[in-house]
């Protein structure tokens, strides 16, 4: 890591916020140019992404208050940009089910599996917020190759459906998404697989598996990549 970075990275620790480095052997396929993380929570995977791609231009959503406070403070020494907002297949208000581990709070409701399987995540409160869709803030001078990166506890379908108009600018997905339903209504991993897979991105890698007590796949991460 560069020293320019470092001086960006350690002052997130000093928050307790630390890069995402259980990334690190995803097996990415270009030297990004952009960067989309949507769910940013603190700021984990953008500073991730900024010690691999330091060129990139990273473009942070995350819509939970406290942990968007936190993200703007940590990444804007990293130049990223952050957005107040969560993403969605339409514009409007919704409500965001806040988990007493808001790493897991969700637009959807917090199901009875995620809380048998991550005990602590239950429900602690609900909190109006903005849903935008994710073409509104792409243009087509886009710099490429471009990463979407996407962990919205359940709600990835939608996210994708919100950037359908924009995701012949993506290059690469990489995506948290369920085997089982884990909130409320959730899309799982096949019709994940399918929408991108009719959008010409294709999964080519499945990393970090959780499993419940009994083996059962419960989660993982899938990285995409588009045909041409």
Same mark, same amino acid.
């Given at each position: 890591?560069?020293?320019?970075?470092?001086?960006? &990275?350690?002052?997130?620790?000093?928050?307790? =916020?630390?890069?995402?480095?259980?990334?690190?052997? =995803? *097996?990415? @396929? %270009?030297?990004?140019?952009?960067? +989309?993380?949507?769910?940013?929570?603190?700021?984990?995977?953008?500073?991730?992404?900024?010690?691999?791609?330091?060129?990139? #231009? +990273?473009?942070?959503?995350?819509?939970? *208050?406290?942990?968007?406070?936190?993200?703007?403070? =940590?990444?804007?020494?990293?130049?990223?940009?952050?957005?107040?907002?969560?993403? @969605?297949?339409?514009? /409007?208000?919704?409500?965001?089910?806040?988990?007493?581990?808001?790493?897991?709070?969700?637009?959807?409701?917090?199901? *009875?599996?995620?809380?048998?399987?991550? *005990?602590?995540?239950?429900?602690?409160?609900?909190?109006? =917020?903005?849903?935008? &869709?994710?073409? $509104?803030?792409? %243009?087509?001078?886009?710099? #490429?190759?471009?990463?979407?990166?996407?962990?919205?506890?359940?709600?990835?379908?939608?996210?994708?459906?919100?950037?359908?108009?924009?995701?012949?600018?993506?290059?690469?997905?990489?995506?948290?998404?369920?085997?089982?339903?884990?909130?409320? /209504?959730?899309?799982?991993?096949?019709?994940?697989?399918?929408?991108?897979?009719? $959008?010409?991105?294709?999964?080519?890698?499945?990393?970090?598996?959780?499993?419940?007590?009994?083996?059962?796949?419960?989660?993982?991460?899938?990285?995409?990549?588009?045909?041409?």
């Amino acid at each position: 890591m560069s020293p320019r970075l470092w001086v960006a &990275v350690l002052p997130a620790l000093r928050e307790g =916020v630390f890069p995402s480095l259980e990334h690190a052997s =995803v *097996p990415f @396929g %270009s030297d990004f140019r952009t960067i +989309i993380d949507v769910g940013a929570s603190r700021g984990q995977f953008a500073l991730f992404a900024k010690t691999r791609f330091p060129h990139a #231009r +990273i473009i942070s959503f995350e819509p939970l *208050p406290d942990a968007e406070r936190t993200a703007t403070r =940590v990444l804007r020494r990293v130049g990223a940009e952050v957005y107040s907002v969560a993403l @969605g297949a339409t514009v /409007g208000e919704t409500t965001l089910h806040v988990s007493a581990r808001d790493d897991s709070s969700s637009l959807l409701g917090i199901g *009875p599996e995620q809380v048998r399987s991550f *005990p602590g995540t239950q429900q602690d409160e609900e909190v109006s =917020v903005h849903v935008d &869709v994710l073409a $509104n803030y792409l %243009s087509d001078d886009l710099a #490429r190759p471009c990463l979407l990166k996407i962990d919205v506890q359940g709600f990835e379908l939608e996210v994708l459906k919100g950037a359908r108009e924009c995701l012949t600018l993506v290059d690469e997905v990489f995506v948290e998404a369920s085997f089982i339903e884990l909130y409320v /209504g959730q899309a799982l991993v096949g019709e994940v697989v399918e929408f991108l897979a009719q $959008n010409d991105l294709h999964l080519v890698d499945v990393t970090g598996v959780v499993r419940r007590k009994d083996g059962v796949a419960l989660q993982a991460d899938f990285l995409f990549r588009r045909a041409s």
